[in-house]
């Protein structure tokens, strides 16, 4: 066979096995991904999931897709991220309370009466404290993604008005599994009990507790209004959600993927922002619109002044206590 034929044949072999090599490359590596969410199908973390799906699928030429499972379809947020750290699950919305007991530098994130307002609190996370404290994740078996708002959470109940501490006293009030939150309740006077979110609306119609604390849209999508009609707008943490992915999913990534997931992400809180603000605006009306009493005048002081064993212990860790000045200092 002539040198150039033989040639000629040689580079047409390695062009077929080049095209077959990065045909099975791409089909090895696009995969479908698996996203938990306790949230109702039409709540904005949901929608920011959804929408971070469809720019994951366009920026990847269709090789990648999301699949966002809501209303605990997975399981209860404390159930789905021992699954997402295990790899079972890819990626996870969740609150920080929770998650802080697994990533200890978010539980300053849910510090009561630490942010003077939601404005503060979200130039904190869009700097470089926020990403300082998404990176911390990756040493606990996470890859943080971006943060998601939650607004502000306040204690309402079914039993009296609270205006001051006295009225706490005596009061089962749910909060998250978390013994940071619990510990708050508790300094507070009140009587916490840690339950799943998906059974604080069975608890409150049954009685077996008499409150919750939670944001407007939480406490309005869940009818929990229905059977708590004394909302106390403390707002006594502003604790964002954040959302998280496992690490056996983030290892099958390419580097560039990566990039694809995370811009994604970013992108998706700030669509997640425009929702939330215009949900929570139309949750405070419907409650005020069926006559559930919103108590604003009270005095905050002894609230936040009964949090001081919580700071006190928190500034043992000398990390931590300059965490909370760093982000005190944040204008």
Known sequence: MPVYRRAGLSRTITLVVALLCTAVSASAFAREFRAADTQSEDYPTVQALRYMGRLVAERSGGRHQMQVFHSRQLGEEKETLE???????????????????????????????????????????DGPI??????????????????????????????????????????????QQSEQMSAMMRALGAEPVELPYGQVLTGLANRLIDGAENNWPSFVTTDHYKYAGYYTLTEHTVSPEVLVMSQKAWASLSPEDRKIFREAAQRSSVYMREKWKDLEDRSRKQAEDVGVKIVTAFDRKPFEAAMAGIYARAGREPDIAALIERIRKVE
């Open 130 to 175: 926020g990403n300082e404290i998404l990176a911390s994740f990756e040493a606990h078996g996470f890859v943080g993604l971006a943060f998601y708002d939650s607004g502000a959470r306040s204690i309402y109940n079914s039993v009296r008005p609270v205006r001051s501490l006295d009225d706490l006293k005596g009061l089962r009030v749910r909060v």
């Open 83 to 125: 699954q997402t750290r295990a790899g079972a699950i890819d990626l996870n919305r969740t609150n920080v309370a929770l998650i802080g007991t697994m990533v200890p530098a978010v539980n300053v994130l849910a510090m009561p009466f630490l942010f003077r307002s939601v404005e503060h609190l979200q130039k904190v996370l």
